[in-house]
């Protein structure tokens, strides 16, 4: 229980903090990390959010002063947060996908979601579509509900002519999101398109 105005007062600023820093945002398929370029979330917006865990110490009493705080996200790290701008500004702005995947495995964070999903996004571009492979699945495994990463693992499947698998990925952005956000109407325009289409993503 918080008993003094100071201790709340630091209780909210904590919580608020992320949402200051980063306002949500709703990822653009197209140019949020399908290669398209600009408008979208250097983030890459995932619609799950791991709950914080804390250690549990049963029969002891802890204070708060012995208690360290969880991080909720790696992006509260500012080297972390600048390293993952500089790696999407490569891929988006200067579409060095060589360079961004030093820049991202230099973030020391490869299971991070958006990370991996970003790896496997510019091995994608490359044309390397097993390394691709292996990054999404890698994403996906970190956060299953990482819907960005479901549009371009869907954009993926387009590419390698499994349309049914690109429809499946469609079935589950609209179970997380809804068929109202981008990830979803992107990769449904995507699979609208004839086999054989090239896709600009």
Not at 16 to 40: D, E, H, R, S, T
Not at 96 to 101: C, G, N, R, T, V
Not at 168 to 184: F, K, N, P
Request: hydrophobic fraction near 30%; proline fraction near 7%.
């Amino acid at each position: 229980m918080i008993r003094s105005p100071t201790k709340l007062a630091a209780l909210v600023t904590a919580l608020a903090a992320p949402f200051i820093l980063f306002p949500p945002q709703n990822a653009v398929a197209a140019g949020g990390g399908g290669g398209g370029g600009g408008g979208g979330d250097p983030y890459g917006s995932s619609y799950s959010t791991p709950a914080p865990s804390y250690p549990q110490d049963k029969g002891k009493r802890t204070t708060q002063k012995s208690r360290k705080p969880v991080k909720q996200s790696s992006f509260e790290d500012p080297a972390f947060r600048d390293g993952y701008r500089a790696a999407y500004s490569t891929i988006y702005e200067q579409n060095d996908y060589a360079a961004a995947i030093e820049q991202l495995h230099a973030l020391g964070n490869d299971d991070h979601p958006n990370v991996a999903n970003l790896i496997g996004y510019s091995y994608r571009k490359l044309g390397d579509y097993k390394q691709s492979q292996v990054w999404y699945e890698r994403a996906l495994k970190a956060d299953p509900n990482h819907v960005l990463t479901w549009n371009y693992y869907g954009l993926w499947q387009i590419e390698q002519g499994n349309r049914d698998a690109a429809q499946y990925h469609l079935s589950r952005i609209a179970a997380i999101c809804g068929t109202d956000c981008e990830e979803y109407r992107s990769l449904a325009a995507a699979l609208d398109k004839p086999p054989g289409t090239s896709l600009v993503y």
